[in-house]
C-alpha cells in the first residue's frame, strides 16, 4: 500500500537549525492529515494535523503545509532539539472513514 | 493527560495459541481502533469499532482475529490461533469521533513474538 509515502528514510540536522520532513499522497479521497513522533518500544506520539480546506497549521515549534493540487505535505520543526530525534511518521483519514493510512516514517537525528 | 494504556507490554506465546491483548482507551472518547507494525514495515491498520460492532476492518483481519469491549472501559484483540507472522508491536488507538479532528490518540503497544 503505497498511497502515503515518505521518500526520506532519514534526516540529521544540527540543533537549532531546521528540520523539513516530506510525505507525499496519492489518494485524493483523502481529507485530513497528520503528523506523530514515535521512539523506539513507544507507540506513536501525535504532534500536529492539517485538514485539507487549510494549507497551513502552526503549533508552537511545529508547522505543518499541504499542497493539494501537488499532494504533498510538509512538517517543518524549527528550531530542531536534541528530544526531538525519533521516527516521524505521517497519516492520512479519507473524509468518509476513520482508518489512518501511514507513511513509512522517517528518522530524524538532532545533533547537539 | 489522560492516555491509552495497554498490557501486557510483552508476550511471547507459541504458534496456534490463543492471546488476547488489552487496551484502555481514553475514557470520553468513542472510537475504538488496533494497528500493528511488523519489525521494519509500515504501521497498518486492523480495524476499528465503535457502538460495539466494528465498523472498518483490513485485508488482514481475517477470522483469526476478534475485537471486544467486554465492559465500559476495556477493548481487547484476541488471536485465536496464533502464526509466526503475527510477531509484532500492536498499538491500540482511540478517538472522540471520526469526523471532523480525526486525531487517534495511542497506547505504547504490546510487543508479541510468536515462536
Known amino acids: 500500500d503505497q498511497q502515503v509515502k515518505q521518500n526520506s528514510p532519514s534526516l540529521s540536522v544540527q540543533e537549532g537549525r531546521i528540520s523539513i520532513l516530506n510525505c507525499d499522497y496519492t489518494?485524493?479521497?483523502?481529507?485530513?492529515f497528520l503528523w506523530y513522533k514515535k521512539y523506539p518500544a513507544e507507540g506513536p506520539t501525535f504532534l500536529i494535523s492539517?485538514?485539507?480546506?487549510?494549507d497551513k497549521n502552526e503549533d508552537g515549534r511545529f508547522t505543518v503545509f499541504l499542497n493539494k493540487s501537488a499532494k504533498h505535505l510538509s512538517l517543518h520543526i524549527v528550531p530542531s532539539q536534541p528530544g526531538d530525534s525519533a521516527v516521524y511518521f505521517c497519516?492520512?483519514?479519507?473524509?468518509?472513514?476513520?482508518?489512518?493510512?501511514f507513511g513509512g516514517g522517517t528518522r530524524v537525528l538532532v545533533k547537539p | 493527560e489522560p492516555e491509552v494504556t495497554q498490557t501486557p507490554s510483552h508476550q511471547v506465546t507459541q504458534m496456534g495459541q490463543e492471546v488476547i491483548l488489552r487496551c484502555v482507551p481514553i475514557?470520553?472518547?468513542?472510537?475504538f481502533y488496533w494497528y500493528r507494525q511488523i519489525l521494519g514495515q509500515k504501521v497498518e491498520f486492523l480495524v476499528s469499532?465503535?457502538?460495539?460492532?466494528?465498523?472498518?476492518k483490513s485485508e488482514i483481519f481475517d477470522d483469526q482475529f476478534s475485537v471486544e469491549r467486554p465492559d465500559g472501559s476495556n477493548f481487547t484483540l484476541k488471536i485465536r490461533s496464533t502464526k509466526l507472522e503475527d510477531s509484532a508491536m500492536y498499538f491500540c488507538?482511540?478517538?472522540?469521533?471520526?469526523?471532523?479532528?480525526?486525531?487517534?490518540?495511542f497506547g505504547p503497544g504490546t510487543r508479541l513474538l510468536v515462536l
Open positions: 489518494n485524493s479521497m483523502f481529507d485530513y
Open positions: 469499532f465503535y457502538n460495539n460492532e466494528i465498523s472498518e
Open positions: 475514557s470520553n472518547h468513542l472510537y
Open positions: 497519516a492520512a483519514v479519507k473524509a468518509a472513514g476513520n482508518k489512518l493510512t
Open positions: 492539517i485538514s485539507s480546506i487549510k
Open positions: 488507538a482511540s478517538s472522540v469521533s471520526p469526523s471532523g479532528v480525526k486525531t487517534q490518540y
